[in-house]
T-cell receptor, first 109, second 115 residues
Framework: GQNIDQPTEMTATEGAIVQINCTYQ??????LFWYQQHAGEAPTFLSY????GLEEKGRFSSFLSRSKGYSYLLLKELQMKDSASYLC??????????FGKGTTLSVSS | DTGVSQNPRHKITKRGQNVTFRCDPI?????LYWYRQTLGQGPEFLTY????????KSRLLSDRFSAERPKGSFSTLEIQRTEQGDSAMYLC?????????????FGSGTRLTVV
């Protein structure tokens, strides 16, 4: 089985930086996905980390430490449209993705 | 490519009725997944197919639930004798066999309300 832990809710203001943490315990670890889900919509792919370190993609970056079972998603220059749920999903070899409960981020002006 | 398509978008049914949902994946993807999501929770895995073979089923998939992918293309998820606890968003996703760096592509879901 898997254990995935991420904060339930976070708040931030426009223009700020926010870091959403995810810790996980899983066997056969094969990388970690982050997805974004706006209310009432489908999850959409944000990032995939296989190796340790930081991967940057525009305003969003994702970090992975395999030895610590830890990842974070870093969102810079926050915009109102970034208000959404952010889902952490460690990829376990040979099985379907299991998602965390998600972190609901509210961005205010 | 039109992405992953799910029908219907919304379904309201009375307790005890049977319902069936359909998912059409991205045509090049040979893996298809079903998830259930309730308010404030992440998607919960139900089952997945590689081509027409159902490779994994979650414990959440009680005997009232059945999924098929007869020709390795579209899939159906049927819930028999629906209960109020079945009210949720049912999400379908597809991926290539490697999954890899592309992840899953999700459909917009079918929202089921059992009254």
């Amino acid at each position: 089985g898997q254990n995935i832990d991420q904060p339930t809710e976070m708040t931030a203001t426009e223009g700020a930086i926010v870091q959403i943490n995810c810790t996980y315990q899983t066997s056969g670890f094969n990388g970690l996905f982050w997805y974004q889900q706006h209310a009432g919509e489908a999850p959409t792919f944000l990032s995939y980390n296989v190796l340790d370190g930081l991967e940057e993609k525009g305003r969003f970056s994702s970090f992975l430490s395999r030895s610590k079972g830890y990842s974070y998603l870093l969102l810079k220059e926050l915009q109102m449209k970034d208000s959404a749920s952010y889902l952490c999903a460690p990829n376990q070899a040979g099985t379907a993705l299991i998602f965390g409960k998600g972190t609901t981020l509210s961005v205010s002006s | 490519d039109t992405g992953v398509s799910q029908n219907p978008r919304h379904k309201i049914t009375k307790r005890g009725q049977n319902v069936t949902f359909r998912c059409d994946p991205i045509s090049e993807h040979n893996r298809l997944y079903w998830y259930r999501q309730t308010l404030g929770q992440g998607p919960e895995f139900l089952t997945y197919f590689q081509n027409e073979a159902q490779l994994e089923k979650s414990r959440l998939l009680s005997d009232r639930f059945s999924a098929e992918r007869p020709k390795g293309s579209f899939s159906t998820l049927e819930i028999q004798r629906t209960e109020q606890g079945d009210s949720a968003m049912y999400l379908c996703a597809s991926s290539s066999s490697t999954g890899g760096t592309e992840g899953y592509t999700f459909g917009s879901g079918t929202r089921l309300t059992v009254v």
